[in-house]
């Protein structure tokens, strides 16, 4: 066991075990130790910028899950972007669960997402699951805002799958997106562009969330189709 396990298994909490286990259920359980993420976030920020934390980040696959948010969590301190793309490549082939993939948030990113855009082209033509569904991901948190384009709601409509977790991200991007470009989310559905289950899952998400006023909401469950 390294260094670095030897850490983690002295963080564990075993009803967390347990109930990652259950949250997680494409992670094999025997991979599985129980740290929580805030613990986890504290050892990557006690490790950054070691020699430990740099032959922790060369070496993959990893044995463990938390090893690989560890890994995910110091790649995001990372500060050039290049270098931070280079890294993010070398993981996601890895990343077989929702939770380290949605938890992979660069700060290098989030100052030039704009560079980020050609290799959202490539990841999300990605036969892996969890490579597509992170660069969704990234269009939801970076390009739903000041920099949104009209274009990028096409990208994701036309994403097929019939991965849980790759449509599961599709109905989040768009329910998030009717919070915050409404006018040009609705049309998606209104012209029946998504598949019919993540068009559904789309607006029962929509309709749970708070910064959508009740009258869109009523809109929105009428689009529901059958």
């Known amino acids: 066991m390294t260094e670095i396990q030897k850490r983690l298994f002295d963080l564990k909490d075993d009803d967390l075990r347990t109930f990652n286990i259950k949250l997680n259920p494409t992670v094999a359980p025997d991979t599985v130790i129980g740290v929580r993420l805030p613990v986890i976030r504290t050892l990557a920020k006690e490790l950054n910028g070691s020699e430990n934390a740099g ?5 993959l696959p990893h044995e463990y899950y938390e090893e690989y948010h560890l890994h995910s969590f ?19 082939p890895y990343i077989d669960n929702w939770g380290v993939c949605d938890s992979l948030r660069v700060k290098a990113f989030e ?24 660069a969704i991901l990234c269009l939801m948190n970076y390009f739903l805002d000041d920099r949104f384009e009209k274009r990028y709601l096409q990208t994701v409509s036309s994403v097929t799958s019939d991965e849980y977790y790759i449509r599961m991200m599709i109905s989040w991007y768009f329910a998030t997106a009717l919070s915050k470009q409404y006018d040009d989310a609705v049309k998606i559905l209104e012209e029946n562009k998504l598949e019919r289950w993540v068009h559904n899952k789309t607006i029962q998400k929509a309709v749970e969330s708070y910064r959508i006023p009740d009258e869109r909401k009523a809109y929105l469950r009428s689009l529901r189709r059958k």
Do not use: C, G
């Not at 032959?55 to 070496?59: G, H």
């Open 111 to 134: 100052k030039s997402p704009e560079r980020l855009l050609p290799y959202i082209d490539e990841w999300i033509q990605s036969e892996h699951t969890y490579t597509v569904r992170y």
């Open 74 to 92: 110091l790649l995001a301190k990372i500060k050039d972007f290049d270098q931070a793309a280079k890294e993010v490549n070398r993981l996601l």
């Open 55 to 59: 032959m922790f980040l060369s070496v």
